[in-house]
Every structure is written in C-alpha cells, then in structure tokens.
C-alpha cells in the first residue's frame, strides 16, 4: 500500500496541483490529510474542491474549523485572522459544512492522522519539543502517527529509553520503534525552502520518503495580493518561512 500523506495546502492551488502532479507518475493507493486546506492563500474553494475529489482520509486543521464557523480566531495573528474572515466569504455552504464536519483525529488501517496533537487535538497544540512528543506516542495505539501544524517537516522517534527528534529524512521503519511524522506544508512551507512538501509512506517496503515540489510561486504570490490579503502571506511564500 502506497499512502500520499499530507497537510497544510492553505488554498494554495499552485502547490498543490503541483504535489497531484507527481502522484500521476508514481501511483497511489490513499491520500491521507492532516488538515488545513483553507487559510492564508487565495484558492479555498478550488482546493477543497480536489481535496473531495481525491476520496481519502481528511482530518480538521484549526483554519478549517475556523473558517467553517467551528473555533474562534481569538489566538490566530491578525494575517491568519483575516485570511479566515476573507475565506468565509469565499466558501460555499457546502463547503463549510464539510469543513465543520471534519473530525481531528482519523485511525485508517491501524494509523494514526492528527494536525496538532493526540493529547489535545481540539486545541491544536503544535508538536514542537520531545515532551508533547511522549505525550501523544502515549496515547498512541499503533506504530506510526502523521501530523502537520508547524509546517516544518520531521519525526519523532520513540525507543526504549527515550524519545527523540530528527530532521526530515527518508527512513525505513524499525522493529521497537515508533514514530510521529511530521509531513511538513504543501502550500506554506516554513523550513526554509520554498517548495512544496509532502510524504509517501509504503507499507510493502516499510519505508517513509519526504518529497519536494516545486511550483508557480509567482502566481500563487499575486493571487493573495490581488485578493486582497495581507502582503505577508505573499512575501513569506518565497521565503519557505
Ligand atoms: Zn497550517
């Protein structure tokens, strides 16, 4: 079983036909999303719209629940809280309904799907340090959970003795091992490089790959200006940051 995993597209259409693109030539069995489709770029409708279209497992970031009426924007930055209001206005009724109809945690084949973290998934805590990290591999039932909401790509690696964190490399999984995946952001990287970020888990060969996409950033960048949402969340996609 091939597993496309992936999260944080942010309406960023560019980049994430461009992530469909590669899925063409290198075929998958189920695309499994770690939330946020909406918020910050200027295609909400468009990509939510491929989103259905790809029939996989999708799970609730906090701009989508936000954007669907779900949570409030009281801790949200002011561009993020914008970007909400403006993609209220975009949406259609179905398509909030099927955003606060998302749940945020989703187990598909024993595997484990949540934006934040399992210890508190409806808060979308950001799984930053090897702390939150034990936390959730605590309440974690299987081998392997995938998350997104930092838009920084990575694993935490649990042992025996301890848990600890690596930089996003590909890997092959290990007995005695478990493993929280963070997949990085497809439409608003923030590690650094600009393109779009994505994981490929295969089950047959026990292996996680990181892939990277360019895209149009130009085009995705003149979009959120000519929409009229804040200058930063156009400038930043260039920077990957
Ligand atoms: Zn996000």
Redesign the pocket.
């Known amino acids: 079983m091939r597993y496309a995993v992936f999260s944080?597209v942010?309406a960023n259409l560019e980049a994430f036909e461009a992530v469909l693109e590669i899925f063409k030539n290198a075929p998958i069995d189920k695309y499994l999303f770690a939330g946020?489709i909406v918020g910050y770029g200027a295609n909400p409708r468009e990509c939510i719209a491929l989103l259905k279209g790809l029939n996989g497992i999708c799970i609730a970031?906090n701009?989508d629940w936000a954007s669907a009426g779900r949570m409030s924007t009281d801790y949200f930055n002011e561009a993020a809280r914008e970007a909400v209001v403006w993609t209220q206005k975009q949406i259609s009724e179905n398509d909030r309904l099927f955003l606060a109809g998302l749940e945020t945690v989703a187990k598909p084949d024993g595997l484990c799907l949540v934006h934040g973290t399992l210890s508190s998934p409806e808060e979308f805590e950001y799984m930053t340090d090897g702390y939150k990290a034990a936390n959730s591999f605590s309440l974690l039932e299987g081998t392997i959970c995938f998350v997104?909401?930092t838009?920084k790509p990575g694993v935490f690696i649990e042992t025996d003795e301890r848990v600890f964190y690596r930089q996003a490399q590909d890997f092959s999984l290990e007995p005695a091992k478990r493993y929280i995946v963070n997949v990085g952001?497809v439409g608003q990287p923030r590690d650094g490089d600009p393109k779009a970020c994505f994981c490929v888990y295969d089950t047959t060969r026990e292996r996680v790959e990181f892939r990277r996409a360019s895209y149009d950033v130009a085009t995705a960048q003149r979009k959120i200006r000519e929409a009229g949402l804040p200058r930063i969340l156009s400038d930043r996609l260039a920077l990957g940051s």
């Open positions: 944080d942010h946020d970031g701009h997104g909401h838009h952001s």
